[in-house]
Nanobody, 128 residues
Framework: QLQVVESGGGLVQPGGSLRLSCAAS????????IGWFRQAPGKEREGVAC????????YYVDSVEGRFTISRDNAKNTVYLQMNSLNAEDTAVYYC?????????????????????WGRGTKVTVSS
């Protein structure tokens, strides 16, 4: 298992912003597709955004399209998720998952559960 560390979560008011980070040590993230997933209490894990290893193409689920942006900083070996216009439905624990491009597609499709790497998550709470 490849391990990463997520950070940047916290309590934010509706309409606010947060930037989550996914940092790795001992291996290079730019060889992998990176996906941000979230799990709200009582709900299944949901993929929200991913960035490919091949060409850094990105994908977002409809519920976050236009509000969230995923990006890489290879120099810092870190992937970010900029989250704007947050609402209560964004409240969840956010996880950074690592896999190949094909594997990430399977994780988003729900045809596979376990990625090559993951972290412990960072909690995001959107509340007034």
């Amino acid at each position: 298992q490849l391990q990463v560390v997520e950070s940047g979560g916290g309590l934010v008011q509706p309409g606010g912003s947060l930037r989550l980070s996914c940092a790795a040590s001992g291996f290079s993230l730019d060889y992998y597709a990176i996906g941000w997933f979230r799990q709200a209490p009582g709900k299944e894990r949901e993929g929200v955004a991913c960035i490919s290893s091949s060409d850094n193409s990105t994908y977002y689920v409809d519920s976050v399209e236009g509000r969230f942006t995923i990006s890489r900083d290879n120099a810092k070996n870190t992937v970010y998720l900029q989250m704007n216009s947050l609402n209560a439905e964004d409240t969840a624990v956010y996880y950074c998952l690592i896999d190949s491009d094909g594997g990430m597609a399977e994780l988003f499709a729900g045809t596979r559960w376990t990625p090559r790497g993951w972290g412990r998550g960072t909690k995001v709470t959107v509340s007034s």
